[in-house]
Structures are given as C-alpha cells and as structure tokens.
C-alpha cells in the first residue's frame, strides 16, 4: 500500500516564521543534527535536544518522508583537549596525544550511543567524527581564503566576517552594533562580542595536531559541521538542527562558512530546541539538580517515561523538568498502554443505557485527523497528544456498553501502531502479566467511574486471584505491586 505522504511545517529560526518544509528531492528530507563533543556524559538537556530532533524525524517518516540524517560526532576541541592532555609530560609525542584523545571520546562516544539506544532514539544515516573529515576542512578554508573570505595570521586563519553581508541574519544581530575587525580563538563567545572567528587554530604546546598548509594546526569547532554536512548531505540541504544555544555563534559561522564557500542558500529550514529547566531552576552541577540519563536510571526512571516527558511538551517551549512530571507521564503512558491491551482483547460490555453520538471509525479518523494537523503544525505534541486521549475516554466508555468489533478494534490498534512510530512509547504488542495488570486496573477505574460497584469488586478480586495488590493513592490513581 502506498503510503499518503503529508507536507509538514516547522518554526524556521533564519525566518521567524512556521513554514512548510518543501523538500529539495521530492520525498526525501535531508537533515543535519550537531551532535554531542564526547568528554563527558550527556544530560537531559542535552539529551533534550537529541529527544526532539529524535521526533522530527520519525514524524517525516511516518509522514511518508525518507530522511536521510546526519549526526556528526565531535571529537577534537578546546574541551576535549583540555581532558585528554592535562597529565601528559611535555615531550609526548603527537601520536601519543592523538591516542590519548582518541581513548577519551571513544569512551564517551559509546556511551553516548547506549543513551540514544535506552531512549529509542533512532541512529543516524551518517555518524561521521570530526578527525576523519580533517582534509575537508582544510580544502574549506583554502576555497574560503581564495574568495578572500578567511585570513592568515600566526599560523591560524580566521573568518572575515565584514567579507559576508549576510553574517548576523540567523541569530538576527543588530549589525550597526557589531565590531568588526577583532577576532577571537575561542569555539564559545557571546553575542555582544561578535568579531572575525578561528576557523584553524595554531598548535599551542601540549595540544595534538594536523600538519596544514598554515603550518601545524586543528581546525575550529564551526569549520568541522559545515566540512561534515556539505561532504555527506551535498549543497544544499532540508533541515539543520540543534539546542537554541547552537544558534549564536555555532550556527550563524556555520551558514557563513558554507554559504560564503557555496555561493547560494545552504540550508533552507534552520530548526532549535529550546532549554530544559530543572524544578524551575536552571541546571547546574553546584545547584546539585544536575541529571544525566544514568543519574535519573539509578532512580528507578525507565528512559522511554523520560522520552514521553519531554516529547510530550513542546519543543520551542521551555521545559520545566520535575519529577511530578516523571509520575504524570507514566501515569499517562499506563493509560495508552491499558487501552491497547483491552483493544487487543474481545470486548465485554456491560450494557446499560448508551447513546453513541458518534461510530467509533468515525470517531477514530476525527482523531486521527486531528492528530495530525497538529504534528504537521511545528510539531505540537501537546494537541496531538490530547486528540489520542479524547479518543480513548470515549471508545472506553463505548466498550464499557456496546463492545467494539473486531474490525472496529483493528483499526484502533494501527492507529496506536501509526502514532507509536512517532513516540515510541507504547509497544505494538502488549504481552505478560503487566499489560494485563494495567488493562485490568483500567477497567477497574472505569467500573468506578460509571459507579458500577459489582464490576469494580470483580475485576479487583480478578487482580488478587493473579497475586496483585492495589493500593489506591491521593491523586487518584492506583499503583500495584506483586503480593
Ligand atoms: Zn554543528
């Protein structure tokens, strides 16, 4: 069956605007994720981004899109040296630190991946790491010094940023303000110093290095994206993305080093993630609220209740993480994961007096309809989200008096399995005592709320002959644990 295919659209940073996302080669989206500079494990705000940018490509896929996704793996800069280099004497020769540097984001890189894989974050088409790219960069700036666009100086090049009118337009600074001439050898800066950028960086004593045209050297943290992406994606590409923080300086050197190489438009949609908050507070090691994967794992937090968390926020929105949020999210998830084992069974209705206002296909496409529109609409989760859970209360209450078909019950489920692709987060086939719990203490809630007490006595004496206890809690919800 061919598959409809939807034109989605998303918030573009260089616009300001939600436009729609028209791919380059008809039904294939080519996109570009910064990835993470392994030295050190992620957190969820990292973690965040990945989750989101995670999201956008399932959901072109499950659109009808092929997405061809790059990830690049940086593993040469400032902070990467600074760890890798501290206890090696003097003399260590360049192999050796190359090797020392090597253990350190090999290390990291693989628990990186475990991270994505725990979270089911999909891998990359392409994963490449910066130090394989190092020739690339170096042809990069020659063409960038050969349309007078980078210069020498000390044996670095830096970008000439008074050489490209466009510079500043992404991150939208207010050029009269700019100082133009100065430079800076650092990867990080703040925007009220925006000055000429290193895009090959001298080698300093105790640092490996590339031997380079300029002299031996590394490149700069912006050049490595730009080589990368226009290497595996080609010149022009659909969708590039990253946390906002990337936006200024990351991005706007990225587009200058690319589109001043090019010559026309790089990248047509520029996406960002917003931050994550912890407790209302911003994150920081000192405030002792500082989490990654691993930290949160060691406290019973299963990754895919964390994956739900954030995703079902949306993503140009801050995000306040808290644990009452962890609770409300499992909460959540119990609630789709019941409801998929009882479509899965035979119904069983009780009868009683019901009035359908609507069939329950239709009912279905309305939400399916809904739930879309949304997704496609700069990927508003929340809605989308919401149109499930509508659909839910009202096929539960319809099952609880006039049971679903089959068929009925079939195209609820590939629903499920449709927005599942998007999530991730409701397994396509429920089995085992703890889908069956849920489906149960579901059913239990719904006898309660339609204050059919025999029904609710039932069913809990169903949960003790399976050895389950209930305990009903002050939120409302029930937990269970084995007896
Ligand atoms: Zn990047």
Redesign the pocket.
């Known amino acids: 069956m061919k598959k409809m295919r939807r034109t989605l659209s998303l918030f573009n940073t260089l616009t300001r605007r939600v436009e729609p996302v028209l791919p380059v080669t008809e039904g294939r989206i080519s996109l570009y994720t ?1 990835g993470p500079t392994v030295y050190n494990y992620a957190h969820i705000g990292n973690l965040r981004t990945f989750l989101f940018q995670d999201l956008l490509k399932r959901t072109f896929q499950a659109a009808g899109h092929q997405v061809e996704h790059c990830m ?1 793996i940086t593993d040469v800069e400032d902070k990467i040296i600074r760890d890798s280099q501290g206890g090696l004497a003097a003399d260590t020769s360049n192999e050796d630190r190359h090797t020392a540097m090597k253990a350190l984001t090999e290390r990291f890189t693989a628990i990186f991946l475990e991270d994505l894989d725990a979270l089911g974050i999909l891998r990359a088409d392409h994963l490449p790491k910066a130090t394989d790219f190092v020739p690339q960069m170096i042809r990069l700036i020659q063409d960038l010094k050969a349309k007078g666009l980078a210069y020498v100086r000390d044996g670095s090049v830096y970008y000439r940023i008074a050489g490209f009118p466009q510079y500043g337009c992404l991150a939208h600074l207010d050029r009269e303000g700019m100082q133009v001439g100065a430079s800076v050898d650092a990867d990080e800066y703040e925007r009220d110093s925006v000055t000429d950028f290193v895009l090959w960086k001298a080698t300093k004593p105790g640092e490996p290095r590339w031997d380079s045209p300029w002299g031996p050297g590394r490149p700069g943290w ?1 050049i ?2 730009s080589a990368m992406g226009m290497e595996l994606l080609g010149e022009r590409m659909d969708i590039h993305s ?1 946390g906002v923080d ?1 936006i200024f300086p ?2 706007e050197n ?1 587009m200058a080093q690319s589109e001043g190489c090019l010559g026309h438009r790089w990248v047509n949609h520029w996406v960002h993630g917003e931050f994550l908050m912890v407790e209302g507070q911003k994150m920081a090691k000192s405030l002792g609220n500082f989490f990654t994967l691993r930290d949160l794992m060691a406290k019973g937090v299963d990754p895919i209740t964390l994956r739900y968390a954030i995703q079902s926020n949306h993503y140009r929105k801050v995000l306040n993480f808290s644990f009452e949020g962890l609770r409300a999210a499992e909460n959540a998830l119990k609630r789709i994961r019941a409801f998929r084992v009882r479509m899965e069974g035979e119904g069983q209705a009780g009868g009683g007096p019901w009035k359908a206002s609507l069939e329950p296909t239709v009912r279905l496409e309305q939400a399916r309809e809904v739930f879309w529109a949304a997704m496609a609409d700069d990927l508003n989760t929340p809605e989308a989200l919401a149109a499930v859970f509508m659909l839910i209360t009202y096929l539960n209450a319809q099952d609880d008096h006039v049971a679903l078909t089959r068929e009925e019950r079939d195209a609820v489920l590939a629903f499920l399995d449709e927005t599942d692709a998007i999530f991730a987060a409701w397994p396509h086939q429920t089995s085992g005592l703890d889908g069956k719990v849920e489906a149960l203490i579901e059913a239990r809630r719904a006898a309660k709320a339609a204050r059919n007490w025999p029904e609710a006595d039932r069913v809990r004496d169903q949960l003790k002959a399976l050895g389950i206890v209930l305990e009903d809690r002050k939120d409302g919800t029930t937990g269970w644990r084995r007896g």
Do not use: M, P, V
């Open positions: 910064c690049n912006h490595e994206c990253g990337l990351h991005h990225e």
